[in-house]
């Protein structure tokens, strides 16, 4: 088992991670999503219409720790960074999330993008080795 996979390891039976992105001026600003983990990389899906979308965009660096659903750290966070996916690496990451989460990320968060058309960004979160 690789670091990598180690700092994953609270991750695969969790059902939510507290994952903080960064303003331009640098302000924390933490948000709980579900995640998904496959090996040394963990998913994570949200809207185009998110501030977190805009965050990760300007800055792709986060913390990333496991908590409860509101969002309530429940152990130690750490470094990661967050990649777009697109095409068959989004399909991938949808598909892990949907195993996961068959209700949730299956029918009730895609219904909810159509519904408010919005498009569904999927990310790859890597953890940084230190």
Same mark, same amino acid.
């Given at each position: 088992m690789t670091s990598r996979e180690k700092l994953l390891e609270p991750f695969v039976r969790r059902r939510a991670a507290l994952l903080t992105t960064y303003r331009r001026d640098g302000t924390p600003v933490g948000t709980a999503v579900n +995640? !998904?983990?496959?090996?040394?990389?963990?998913?994570?899906?949200? #809207?185009?219409?998110?501030?977190? &979308?805009?965050? %990760?965009?300007?800055?792709?660096?986060?913390? +990333? !720790?496991?908590?409860?659903?509101?969002?309530?750290?429940?152990? #130690?966070?750490?470094?990661?960074? &967050?990649?777009? %996916?697109?095409?068959?690496?989004?399909?991938?990451?949808?598909?892990?999330l949907v195993r996961k989460y068959r209700i949730l990320q299956g029918v009730l968060v895609p219904l909810a993008h159509r519904l408010t058309r919005s498009r569904t960004m999927h990310y790859e979160v890597v953890p940084v080795e230190s």
């Open positions: +995640i !998904a983990v496959d090996g040394d990389r963990a998913f994570v899906r949200t #809207p185009h219409r998110t501030g977190k &979308v805009k965050r %990760l965009r300007n800055n792709p660096n986060v913390q +990333i !720790a496991p908590c409860t659903y509101l969002g309530k750290p429940t152990g #130690p966070a750490f470094s990661a960074q &967050v990649r777009l %996916l697109s095409g068959d690496e989004a399909k991938h990451a949808s598909r892990a």
